[in-house]
Every structure is written in structure tokens, then in C-alpha cells.
């Protein structure tokens, strides 16, 4: 079992946890790497799947939740994973979206999904000018601060990494074109949410 461990990833799961619908069955999450989350969302729902393209980092996520019954690990990518249509309850996808098609990532995850199921993501994305700058520098305080309270815990899993393309006004955008009604939120910690629920 990994013992938790906190980063800015790791620091919006509550956010993740707080979007999955009451009565959970199937959740999913895309880009799962060490499992960490998936071992949240299984004390939640019946059962979760993680998927991640990287065979190592699924190998870590399986050694780390054998204990678990509920769960599974699958190696592949997303965007070629044959998702049955309104099979999940629940999909989530932390720090993993700007590795993937925007657009055929979101949609892929909007289709897999039940009517009213539930939809988190927690991504990055970049600044596109002064404005974006000077809202960015507002989490270096609040970074140093989280990062003292929890430096007995702070941690960062050795997965593969990827710099965002998209500025936060195109995610916004991109995010409100695909899934209408969504909400989205610039966090402090440089990472946004992106919540929705699929209606019925
Ligand atoms: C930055 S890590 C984030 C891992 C984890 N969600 C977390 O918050 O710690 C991104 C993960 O996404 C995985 N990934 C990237 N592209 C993917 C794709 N197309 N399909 C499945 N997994 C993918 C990578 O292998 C990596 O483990």
C-alpha cells in the first residue's frame, strides 16, 4: 500500500472525491499512475478502474492496491481504449488531460458515461499574459504554506510529465463547448477543475 502523500495533484483530491455521485458502481480514472487516487474512489464505489499508458506505473498502482478487491488496472491509452458507451458512474482524469487531444479526451469521457453520472478533472494549463502571471504568482505564498504543513508528506511519484499547450481561457472555453453546464474553477495550487454532471 503507498503511504498518501501530498503534492499539488494529490492536494485537490477532495475536490475529485466530492464530485462522485451518491450510489457510485463504476468509476474510472484516466491517467491513474501510481493508484493512489483510485485507492480514494474504492472506498466509494463498487468497483474502480484505473487506466494509465505507462506498463511501469501500473505495475506500481497494482503492487500498491493488491489489497483491494474493488479494483482493477488496465494498461493503455485512453484515446484508443474501447470504452463501452454509458458504462460509468463516475470518470476522473488528475494532471493527465494536457497529455492527450483536449477535445477527443473530454468527449471519450462525456460518452462514457451514464446519464447522471459524474465528471472531475484536475488539470494544468498556462498563462497567456500579464493578467494570467500575476494570478499565477498568487500561489507561491499559498504553495509554501501547504508545502510546510505537510512536508512529513509532501511527494512527487516519479511518472511521466508533460507541459500544458492550452492557456486556462482555453480550457475554460474548450471545456464549456463540450460538456455545456460544466463548472470550472482556477485553483490557487495551479491547477483547474472541471466538474460536470451528465444529464439524464
Ligand atoms: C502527470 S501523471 C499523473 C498521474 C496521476 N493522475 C497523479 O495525479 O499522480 C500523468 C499520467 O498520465 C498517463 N497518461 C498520459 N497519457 C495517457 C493516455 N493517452 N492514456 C492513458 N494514460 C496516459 C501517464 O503515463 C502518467 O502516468
Known amino acids: 500500500m503507498t503511504a498518501p502523500y501530498w503534492n499539488h495533484n494529490t492536494h485537490y ?105 459524474g465528471l472531475a478533472v484536475v488539470g494544468l494549463a498556462n498563462n497567456a499574459g500579464l493578467r494570467d502571471l500575476m494570478r499565477s504568482a498568487t500561489g507561491l505564498p499559498a504553495h509554501h504554506a501547504h508545502r510546510l504543513r505537510n512536508r512529513a508528506i509532501a511527494g512527487q511519484p516519479a511518472h511521466p510529465v508533460a507541459n500544458p499547450d492550452m492557456t486556462w481561457a482555453e480550457v475554460r472555453a474548450e471545456a464549456l463547448r463540450l460538456l455545456p453546464g460544466a463548472r470550472f474553477r482556477r485553483h490557487t495550487l495551479w491547477r483547474y477543475s472541471l466538474i460536470w454532471r451528465k444529464p439524464r
Do not use: W
Open 13 to 117: 483530491h477532495p475536490v475529485v472525491l466530492g464530485a462522485m455521485p451518491r450510489g457510485c458502481r463504476e468509476a474510472l480514472d484516466v491517467g491513474c499512475g501510481d493508484g493512489l487516487l483510485v485507492r480514494r474512489l474504492a472506498l466509494r464505489a463498487a468497483h474502480v478502474t484505473g487506466i494509465d499508458r505507462s506498463p511501469e506505473m501500473v505495475e506500481q498502482a497494482r503492487a500498491a492496491n493488491r489489497d483491494l478487491g474493488n479494483v482493477d488496472f488496465v494498461v493503455a491509452d485512453f484515446l484508443s481504449y474501447d470504452l463501452p458507451p454509458e458504462s460509468l458512474d463516475f470518470v476522473c482524469c488528475v494532471a493527465t488531460l494536457h497529455h492527450m487531444d483536449f477535445a477527443d479526451a473530454l468527449t471519450a469521457m462525456r460518452d462514457g458515461l451514464r446519464p447522471g453520472g
